[in-house]
Structures are given as structure tokens and as C-alpha cells.
Nanobody, 123 residues
Framework: QVQLVESGGGLVQAGGSLRLSCAASGRTFSSYAMGWFRQGPGKEREFVAAIKSSSGSTYYADSVKGRCTISRDNAKNTVYLQMNSLKPEDTAVYYC????????????????WGQGTQVTVSS
């Protein structure tokens, strides 16, 4: 069992930056691939970024590529999402998720989810 708690969301002006954190419980965090997803108002949940269990290998949605960086610190059981050059269309609830095995862009393949953190980007 893995419990995930996101933090770091908030209100930011367009062009600003935020760093989201996701703290995981459990002793086997390094075994899990981690992903970030988001769900904007009236929209379906969509993939943002993912990172392999042993770190190093990452993947991004085209909409955030070049603006976001996913990273992890296995010693701290934490995964991060650094978001720069934020746009109003980035406004959403951001969720982190965990799965055993390979990283994935599909939300249905993730086993554990956090409660989400709100990111609001004003124009």
C-alpha cells in the first residue's frame, strides 16, 4: 500500500512558476514509477509527466514539454513537478500517482493516487 500526499499548489500569475511535491509513504517508493496528471474545470483527467522507478527516464505531455520537469528523490520518498512559464490553461487539480513496473501515460494503469493539489494560473 502506498499513500500519496501532494503539496505546492496555489495561485500564480501567467509566466510564473510552481513546484509541486508528492510525498509517498512506504519503504518501497523506489520500486514505483510515478506520474503527474491534471484535471481542469470541465475536462477529463490528462497525463502531464512520468518518471521511471529508478529515476532518469522521464516522459512529458506535449502541452508541458519544455516547461515542466519531473524528478524524484528516492531517499525522501518524494516526486516533484517543477512548472515554469505557466499559462492559464494549466489551471487544474494536479494529482500524483504510483504504479509498479514501467512508467505510463495512462491513468488507468496507476494503482495509487493522491488527493490532488489545486493550481490556478491567472492571466
Amino acid at each position: 500500500q502506498v499513500q500519496l500526499v501532494e503539496s505546492g499548489g496555489g495561485l500564480v500569475q501567467a509566466g510564473g512558476s510552481l513546484r509541486l511535491s508528492c510525498a509517498a509513504s512506504g519503504r518501497t517508493f523506489s520500486s514505483y514509477a510515478m506520474g503527474w496528471f491534471r484535471q481542469g474545470p470541465g475536462k477529463e483527467r490528462e497525463f502531464v509527466a512520468a518518471i521511471k522507478s529508478s529515476s532518469g527516464s522521464t516522459y512529458y505531455a506535449d502541452s508541458v514539454k519544455g516547461r515542466c520537469t519531473i524528478s524524484r528523490d528516492n531517499a525522501k520518498n518524494t516526486v516533484y513537478l517543477q512548472m515554469n512559464s505557466l499559462k492559464p490553461e494549466d489551471t487544474a487539480v494536479y494529482y500524483c500517482a504510483a504504479k509498479l513496473g514501467y512508467k505510463s501515460t495512462s491513468s488507468t494503469s496507476y494503482d495509487y493516487w493522491g488527493q490532488g493539489t489545486q493550481v490556478t494560473v491567472s492571466s
